[in-house]
């Protein structure tokens, strides 16, 4: 078939199709990679996947065939070229691919070729854990990051800025350039030299406090390190013929491993509570037994007392509440030993506080801060006076390793220059880039060195979890101490070594990108193009959150970034986050967030790239919801603020990173866990049309979108959220679809008729499909990824010639107990990753 060789408008693969089921098969599979992964620099909450963003920048720039009918005259050839495209996108988005230097060449050469070799510089204005820009780097193009909050500028900063400024360099720590004959290459010699001097940083930490963590006796008589130490807090039973210190414990567990099982138990002793470590699977803790606190209160373990949980809140308030050492975990041949606690084990931990620790109260945040209720009200109330001591002392020693490391520097040759704040590429600067790296280490312990940090019996993951195992900071009863200078997970080594990893597969075959401080809704859009994840209403709270990170951060490297680090606290008032207790309410909270949001996508509308569409990432709020609830708003309210910002909406990408099926619930199933938005600037001059007008360009445009998307291996179950895109092209190209009685249409009524559409166009499609897909797509658009009757799932495959026993061996559902569910795109690659080959 001949395509139509009229002049065209010259679109980007993101405005047609994109290989989406491989795309989301590789952001899933990325959750379970660490090493070398950036997650393992620096925590940030809610990171995009690598592989996304790669794939994303990649056709933003890159042109779709149907842009050239000259070259491609025909349909076939178009979709012969366009899957050429889509091969280079699989490939990019295995992580094992990263640093495949012919890949990413190829992918150059593709963004040169589609950009007259001038591609434009790429701007992520909420950039966060610095995913987007990095990516921009990999893929050769200038990158640029900003954000409000300082400890996101200076994750940016580690990740695009410092690599590439000290690339090829071989160490300078004395002696650790011999171990290498060949050159550096890449970020490695600056890998090993955050190696080195936090080795150094960890012995010299040893001298000064390692008497704080005495070795653990073991049966035998031998002695072993221990790994941490389990307490419980306590507080006073108030039942006046116990009065024990009676211990809030939420899991006796410590090792749930098959003929390895270890768990507490407690006794009461002369008024007293002791703990011994149990093994006997047997007499092991059940689900009504396990720990002394619920969601409604505890039970003391003396006297059987029922305590109301505010009784435990004004203890704490009170500055009644204490801790208990329950047990000790040393390390083992390949194991965990479990101990029971020691008087010695119990004084040791008792230490003054240090005086110098960064102070600040937590945010009056109630939903993600549970402590104050508890009289945790503070930065250094989250930490025992031992774990402040540690922090404090290794963050001292960034300081003293900065200045090694310039006179190692300086000895090697290199000259001494500005600081890295400055610009500096010489000695001075490397000091400063090298302690940064340090200065996360410290920040990085911080979490894993909390009295939030508890510790997980799971046989596979037996360890101590970190503070931010969710996006919140919970009230723990019983929590894990790590000790800072063992070899086991949580210990100050184990941060450097995430960190060096890193680094020795940083980007740095570019030029250096930028990581500024800025806030979006005031800052400049000009000449750049746009790839960014915002935030998205009150799903998290950064600023209040990483401040637990900052005041580690301010501390160590307040000298080595000192604009960055200005404040006391991170920035809070003008960040575009909906927090009902800043904005006066939830309305007001609204209100600041929309307004905030339009503002931002206003100025960058002023100075928008018109040949490239802007990608906007838009995270889903996990909620149930009908068709008239508050998740469904939540898009058309985002919808709505883009198309009154100026812009026409060109495409809307789901994007599924979750492992094995964790889909939203029934109203809100057909959305993915977050969407790219493809956004073009409209005409100022762009103009109306009535809603005939607008449904018989629905009518006349759907149906050759649809195809495209087909051609661009996109899951069935995609589908229907994808096409929303071309309709959405359709209603903000129009400066306004007028309804019946005058009015301009809303957004919700927009995606209503273009459902209809969808759904015309669909069935009448239906027959280009094989009998599987032909179910997959009418059961997904009843019943979305939930289950369904059997028999209703049964009439619908007969009438569709298709069978479900065969749609159930072919792992496209399951049917069990009467019920039939479709396996979500995910859950199926991994499905497929599992059979052997």
Request: net charge neutral; glycine share 8%.
């Amino acid at each position: 078939m001949t395509a139509d060789t009229t002049a065209v408008p010259r679109r980007k693969l993101i405005e047609v199709a994109l290989p989406l089921e491989k795309i989301n098969a590789e952001s899933a599979r990325e959750k379970s990679i660490r090493h070398g992964h950036p997650s393992t620099l620096h925590l940030w909450w809610a990171r995009r996947p690598l592989a996304a963003a790669r794939a994303v920048l990649f056709a933003q720039l890159v042109d779709d065939p149907s842009s050239f009918p000259d070259r491609f005259p025909t349909d076939e050839a178009v979709a012969k070229e366009r899957k050429r495209l889509h091969e280079i996108i699989e490939q990019l988005v295995v992580w094992e691919n990263a640093g495949d230097e012919n890949l990413l060449r190829r992918a150059r050469e593709e963004i040169l070729a589609s950009s007259d070799g001038n591609p434009p510089p790429i701007l992520d204005p909420f950039a966060g854990g610095g995913t987007i820009p990095l990516e921009a780097q990999r893929l050769g193009l200038e990158a640029h990051a900003s954000d409000l909050n300082p400890v996101a500028v200076l994750i940016n900063k580690a990740l695009i800025e410092i690599p590439p400024k000290f690339a090829g360099r071989p160490p300078v720590f004395p002696g650790a350039a011999d171990a290498q004959i060949n050159t550096w290459p890449r970020a490695t010699g600056l890998a090993e030299d955050v190696r080195r001097y936090g080795q150094w940083m960890r012995d010299e930490a040893e001298k000064r406090i390692g008497r704080l963590y005495p070795k653990a006796q073991l049966p035998d008589g031998s002695e072993a390190t221990v790994i941490a130490w389990i307490w419980a807090r306590t507080v006073t039973c108030p039942n006046p013929a116990c009065s024990i210190a009676m211990p809030l414990v939420r899991s006796w567990w410590l090792g749930k491993k098959k003929n390895k099982e270890a768990y507490v138990v407690p006794s009461v002793l002369n008024g007293k509570v002791e703990f011994s470590i149990g093994h006997d699977p047997k007499k092991a803790p059940t689900k009504d037994t396990d720990g002394t606190v619920g969601r409604t209160g505890a039970v003391c373990v003396g006297c059987g007392a029922a305590v109301e949980l505010k009784y435990i809140r004004a203890e704490g308030r009170a500055g009644r509440m204490g801790t208990k050492l329950m047990a000790t975990v040393a390390e083992g041949e390949r194991t965990r030993i479990y101990l029971e606690p020691t008087s010695e084990h119990e004084e040791a931990a008792q230490v003054d506080r240090p005086i110098d620790v960064p102070d600040g109260d937590l945010a009056k945040n109630t939903r993600d801060f549970k402590t104050p209720n508890y009289g945790i009200t503070s930065f250094v109330d989250l930490f025992t006076s031992r774990q402040l001591t540690a922090l404090a002392t290794f963050s001292d020693l960034v300081g003293e390793a900065r200045e090694r490391v310039l006179e190692d520097a300086l000895a090697a040759g290199m000259p001494e220059g500005e600081t890295l704040e400055k610009g500096g590429i010489g000695a001075v600067a490397y000091a400063d880039a090298v302690a940064t790296y340090l200065g996360f280490s410290v920040s990085r312990l911080a979490d894993y060195g909390s009295s939030i940090s508890t510790w997980m019996p799971d046989p596979k993951n037996e360890g101590i979890r970190n503070t931010f195992a969710r996006q919140a900071i919970p009230m723990t009863w019983d929590f894990a101490e790590a000790n800072p200078l063992s070899s086991a997970s949580g210990n100050f080594w184990f941060m450097i070594r995430g960190i060096g990893r890193t680094l020795d597969v940083a980007v740095t075959r570019s030029h250096s990108g930028s990581a500024l401080q800025r806030n979006a809704a005031d800052r400049e859009y000009n000449n750049f193009l746009i790839s960014t994840d915002p935030p998205y209403y009150d799903n998290i709270g950064y600023s209040d959150l990483s401040d637990f990170f900052y005041v580690w951060l301010r501390r160590s490297l307040k000298y080595i970034h000192p604009e960055v680090l200005s404040t006391m606290l991170v920035p809070k008032s003008e960040e575009l986050v909906a927090n009902p207790y800043r904005h006066n309410g939830k309305s007001g909270a609204h209100k600041f967030f929309e307004e905030g949001f339009r503002e931002v996508f206003r100025r960058a509308r002023e100075t928008a790239l018109p040949d490239y569409p802007t990608a906007v990432y838009y995270a889903f709020k996990q909620q149930s919801s009908d068709d008239h609830g508050e998740a469904s708003t939540g898009w058309e309210t985002l919808l709505e603020g883009m198309i009154r910002s100026g812009w026409s909406i060109v495409a809307t990408w789901p994007l599924r990173s979750e492992r094995g099926g964790r889909m939203i619930s029934v109203g809100t199933n057909a959305l993915a866990s977050s969407i790219v938005l493809a956004l073009k600037p409209r005409p100022v001059d762009a103009s109306t049309t009535d809603r005939r007008g607008f449904i018989n360009a629905l009518k006349a445009e759907l149906p050759g979108a649809l195809r495209e998307l087909q051609q661009g291996a996109i899951a069935p179950v995609d589908l229907p959220q994808a096409a929303i895109g071309p309709g959405m092209a359709v209603f903000s190209r129009f400066s306004g679809v007028l309804a019946d009685d005058g009015s301009k249409m809303t957004v919700r009524a927009a995606l209503a008729r273009i459902n209809e559409i969808l759904d015309e166009v669909l069935v009448e499609q239906e027959g280009d499909f094989d009998p599987d897909t032909r179910f997959a797509i009418a059961w997904f658009r009843q019943y979305g990824f939930d289950a369904g009757a059997f028999g209703d799932a049964d009439n619908m495959a007969r009438a569709r010639n298709a069978s479900l026993e065969h749609l159930e061996r072919s792992g496209i559902l399951t049917s069990r107990a009467g019920k039939v569910a479709l396996l979500s795109p995910v859950a199926l690659a991994e499905m497929y990753a599992a059979l052997p080959r």
